[in-house]
């Protein structure tokens, strides 16, 4: 199930950290910052981010009002529990809404070549 986070901004990009599974393959994941202004109070929100082609879209995106899918993914190890909040997708906030197309208010006539009368 994903979440979303609408209309918060990249705050921090933490280090990355990089090592290689037990099967051989590379990876790195980094700890983003997203805040949110609700009012007085500013909520942040850290989301770890795997791989480098996600970490490019959001550095791309910093300074800028985002929206941000993330998911929770909790495991257990020797009888405690740990949530992780990863993010699955960014993308930009749209600042206007999209303007409705112009639908008209009164019918518009139609020909008609025949008549409907019997006479």
Not at 24 to 39: A, H, L, P, V
Not at 94 to 119: C, G, H, M, V, Y
Request: net charge negative; with cysteine.
């Amino acid at each position: 199930m994903l979440f979303e986070l609408k209309n918060c901004s990249v705050a921090e990009i933490l280090d990355t950290v990089t090592g290689t599974s037990q099967a051989g393959n590379s990876w790195s994941r980094t700890t983003i910052i997203f805040e949110q202004k609700d009012g007085d109070y500013t909520d942040k929100y850290p989301m770890i981010v795997f791989g480098e082609d996600k970490l490019g879209e959001v550095t791309a995106l910093k300074g800028r009002t985002v929206n941000v899918k993330f998911d929770l993914r909790s495991r257990e190890y020797n009888g405690r529990w740990y949530t992780d909040v990863r993010m699955v997708f960014v993308s930009p906030a749209e600042t206007e809404a999209p303007k409705p197309e112009s639908i008209p208010t009164t019918p518009q006539p139609q020909e008609d070549n025949e008549s409907d009368l019997p006479f």
